[in-house]
């Protein structure tokens, strides 16, 4: 099955890429590289269109001031777009429940483990001297947990308690 193309030739995912693009231009992540290289990183890890289409756009909602309703009408498979609400963490989500709500999705999931791989690669850590470094380990340990609860290796309930200690480690003792 060919699939459909727009009225300049374009695919869903050339237009996912070019609406990337576009939304982020500008954008650096921590260590100053331009924040479309961690979005393309992210679609190449992942598995069939409707998967590449939401991984390039994973963070548009949420970095963006982009709205599903204008990735619908650039011609965004519908899926692809309810996959990227799944992965845009609400301002309300406590992390380890946005987490829990992406297990429930196979492509989300895929994408965010895709995410967590290329967000913790030791070439992209940064580790900031005084009070910012405790925080960077922090998020760095919330990234490898949130993987091994993603990937089936610890349960919900192992998942919860740690993240627990991670988000409030002066209770933990």
Same mark, same amino acid.
């Given at each position: 099955?060919?699939?459909s193309?727009?009225?300049k030739g374009?695919s869903?995912?050339?237009r996912?890429?070019?609406? @990337?693009?576009?939304?982020? &231009?500008? +954008?650096?992540?921590?260590a100053?590289?331009p924040?479309?290289?961690? #979005?393309?990183r $992210?679609?190449?890890?992942v598995?069939g ?5 939401a ?10 001031d ?6 619908l009408r650039?011609?965004?498979d519908?899926?692809a777009?309810?996959v990227?609400?799944?992965?845009t ?5 406590s ?5 829990v709500r992406i @297990?429930?999705?196979?492509? &989300?999931? +895929?994408i965010k ?5 290329d967000?913790?690669? #030791?070439?992209? $850590? ?8 405790a ?13 091994q609860?993603l ?8 998942y919860?308690?740690r993240?627990?200690?991670i988000?409030n ?5």
């Amino acid at each position: 099955m060919s699939e459909s193309k727009d009225e300049k030739g374009m695919s869903a995912l050339e237009r996912a890429v070019e609406l @990337a693009t576009r939304r982020h &231009a500008g +954008q650096a992540d921590k260590a100053g590289q331009p924040y479309l290289l961690h #979005l393309l990183r $992210v679609m190449h890890q992942v598995e069939g269109d409707i998967a590449k289409q939401a991984a390039v756009l994973h963070d548009v909602l949420e970095d963006t001031d982009a709205t599903a309703d204008e990735l619908l009408r650039a011609g965004i498979d519908p899926q692809a777009v309810s996959v990227v609400q799944r992965l845009t963490r609400g301002k309300g989500d406590s992390y380890w429940e946005y987490v829990v709500r992406i @297990a429930e999705d196979p492509i &989300a999931r +895929q994408i965010k483990m895709a995410d967590l791989n290329d967000n913790y690669r #030791l070439d992209r $850590v940064i580790l900031r001297e005084g009070a910012d470094r405790a925080t960077d380990l922090r998020r760095i340990e919330r990234y490898i947990l949130s993987y091994q609860f993603l990937a089936g290796r610890i349960t919900l309930s192992d998942y919860r308690r740690r993240m627990a200690i991670i988000t409030n480690p002066q209770e933990s003792h």
